[in-house]
């Protein structure tokens, strides 16, 4: 670049600053006059001769405006130097206006403070017009400075896979050399329709795009990448020269990233390109992170999913089937089922206030705690009640749930509830008809410590469904906002007795969906529907097997209970044969040796009395011929022999099989 | 939803109207355990207006009774419709509050 040359440029920026930046300033002095003039102007005179002085500094400065480049300096300094020297009088000009607005407005002098508003506004635009006149990215506009022939100063940067599609060789050449020796893997190609190729078939980080193109253009090219979902992220960069702005702006709003400026500037090449690969850099860790919570929570909804009950428990007398599925990856509704002995299984259904992350744990808690008390035997309100006194003696966050609890026993159909805060369930009889499961309605669970919880019972049918849900299902709503509501519910069941369990569910599930019109779901939804298909008629039978450790005795007792007090037998046989039956299989469970796995025990009713039988797969142990003296045993084994009637010992191969009886008091065996 | 509050005296009247849902029940249990700060003498809540509550509403309602039951005052509701009656007799939750058929009734309980 030759002497001259720099000349002509340096004659350049003092004609655009006479030019753009003049005008401007000679308004800025009339205004000064005028306000010098104003009614009232002598309150404020020696403010407005700073500004007066101010002013005229400004119009001289630019009427003798003779750019120069010093031995150090470049355009950019000069420019810079400039852009310095012309501020100096606005910042008085600007103080002294803004003094002079507040003293007018404290005194009432309508005429200076109006003029000195104007004065104010005239300072803006003098400001604008000197980022116009002199930008502070002139080296965009200065072509190849002459400092830039030394190496930029040396930054760290990102290298990246670059594309480059400029049809001309010259600019092609450039471009490739600037960003190879960046450190950059950089592809030129000559038009728009392999650039278009080239981004298809292999990653790029970034494009460099130029406007005009043979065939196909810049923008188009650019269409065809933003248009892409797979190449949507890829940023583009235009390259144009400036007098296309208008494309430019077309461009950056189809979601071009950003510009470069013809002819190229090594210093803006490498900021604007290290920008693209900085972002493109955040948005990969945005996006790993983002897969990573997700991974998170997609475990957490298999883990949350695997605490479900898998499948109903199989039993000859039932059929039941259940689904939950969460408004976001993880939800606060849960089921589960119980099987408390060969009659008998429990039918849970909770939802827990919230949704997302604590309500989960929140639900987690509630079933752990409910699941402790129902396998222990208990019966529905007593579990609720101590499930209640738990949640609710630690419960800082307000946290509670909705819960039901029914048994369903499968010798006559006798179904035992209830319900802590629970939608009512419905029941769908046999016929079709349909009915709502009310009573028992008590206090959701973990809101006030003591809470009662109350039962109450029905009779189940043959062919008579048991569906419990939960608020997903009746509060879903459309996208006009109306309530799915219990009666659309209740259209939904009725009619369909003779569908399965699970179509029942699905059904409501798929009704739920339809109705929400691919809205986003509002809350965990959970089905759970359980058909009674008839008893075995056997009410005087119970029989249940347990494991041989100590804490399944509890159970065993409880379902005894249960069978003893649902069948009204006299207390004075039931008792003492609970009694006996409890002490013969801790004696199987403490002092056998180890070895037996389960112990079975039967009661049958035989007119005036109950029959118990004891089974276990130990070594063979006959209690009825212990010799006296025996340690605790004997104590254990006399105490049976009070308590019951009769008793007998067999050895049938494996198995020890002892026999109970226990005669009935003689008002309860009087046949009707 | 729209919340209303105004003070008779001692007693802070909250109007609630419209629907309690997830997305605005923490705001109202803000607002509604900010009044509680005042230690009011009872608070009145009408109802008459409300068409929808959520369980996240139920659960800044059970917080308020705590609150009162800790500090000393009740949690009258007033004019509940049909529907919402229905959730709190559900819920087992009408036994923890006072309710009312108007908020004429509430306010003079409460007075």
Known sequence: MTIGGVETRLAAIAHRVRTVVGPVATTIAETAAALAAAPGAESVANEATQIGKAARQLADMIDAVRPELGPDASIETVCS???????????????????IQEIAAGDGLDAVGTAAGLLLEEVAEVMVAIERALPALSRALTAEDLSSEADPPFTPHLA?????????????????????????????????????????????????????????????VLKVIKGEPRLRSLP????????????????????????????????????????????????????????????ELTIARVVQNSILPKAFPAHHCLNGHGLMVPAREIGGDFYDFFVLDDNRIGIAVGDVSGKGVPAAVYMAVVRTQLRATALFGLSPADCLTRVNDHLSAENEQGMFASLFYGIIDCADGTFTYANGGHNWP???????????????????????????????????????????????????????????????????????????????????????????????????????????????????????????????????????????????????????????????VINIIRHGDGTARAVSVRVVREEDRLVAEVIDDGPRFDPTHLEQGTANPGIGLHLIKTMVDGMEYVREGEFNRLRLVKSLPPSRIRSP | MKIAVSHQGAIAVVTVSGRLSSAVADSFQERLLALLEEKPAAVVM????????????????????????????????????ENIHEVFEVSGLLRIFLIHPSLEEGLAAAS
């Not at chain 1, 296309?244 to 071009?256: H, K, L, N, T």
């Not at chain 1, 029905?458 to 608020?471: K, M, N, Q, R």
């Not at chain 1, 109705?515 to 029989?543: I, K, N, W, Y």
């Not at chain 2, 959520?54 to 500090?71: E, V």
Request: proline residues 3%.
């Open chain 1, 81 to 99: 130097h400039l852009r310095h020297d012309l501020r100096t009088p606005l910042v008085a000009l600007k103080g002294y206006g803004e003094l």
């Open chain 1, 160 to 220: 990246g896979r670059v594309l480059v599609a400029d049809d001309s060789q010259a600019n092609r050449d450039v471009l490739v050399s600037y960003l190879t020796r960046e450190g950059h893997y950089v592809e030129a190609v000559g038009d728009g329709l392999a650039a278009v190729s080239a981004v298809l078939e292999q990653p790029f980080d970034v494009v460099l795009l130029d406007m005009i193109m043979p065939g196909m253009n810049g923008d188009e």
């Open chain 1, 236 to 295: 583009v960069i235009m390259i144009s020269a400036l007098d296309a702005f208008d494309s430019i702006v077309r461009c950056i709003e189809e979601g071009a990233e950003d510009y470069l400026p013809k002819p190229f500037n090594r210093v803006l090449l490498r900021a604007r390109l290290g920008a693209c690969l900085e972002k493109k850099r955040l948005r990969e860790i945005e996006l790993s992170y983002l897969a990573a919570v997700e991974k």
């Open chain 1, 426 to 584: 419905a029941l769908l009889r046999a016929d079709g008809t349909m009915e709502w499961i009310k009573g028992a309605n008590d206090l959701l669970v973990g809101v006030v410590y003591g809470s009662a919880y109350h039962e109450s019972s029905l009779t189940l049918a043959p062919g008579d469904t048991v569906f419990v849900y939960t608020d997903g299902v009746v509060e879903a709503i459309d996208p006009a906002e109306a309530e799915f509501g219990k009666h659309r519910l209740a259209a939904e069941l009725a009619g369909k007795a003779a569908e399965s369990p699970a179509a029942l569910c699905d059904g409501v599930l798929a009704a739920v969906r339809d109705f929400e019109g691919g809205q986003p779901r509002s809350d965990d939804l959970t089905c759970v529907a359980m058909r009674f298909l008839g008893g075995h008629g056997d009410v005087s039978r119970f029989e249940m097997r347990i494991a041989t450790e100590i804490a399944e005795i509890g159970r065993l007792i409880n379902a005894l209970q249960a069978h003893f007090s649902h069948r009204a037998v006299a207390e004075e046989a039931a008792y003492p044969l609970t009694m006996a039956i409890e002490e013969a």
């Open chain 2, 46 to 81: 009408d109802f008459a207006e409300l068409s929808f509550i959520t369980s996240s509403g139920l659960r800044a309602l059970i917080l308020a009774a705590k609150r009162g039951r800790h500090d000393g005052y009740h949690i009258h509701l007033c004019g509940m419709t």
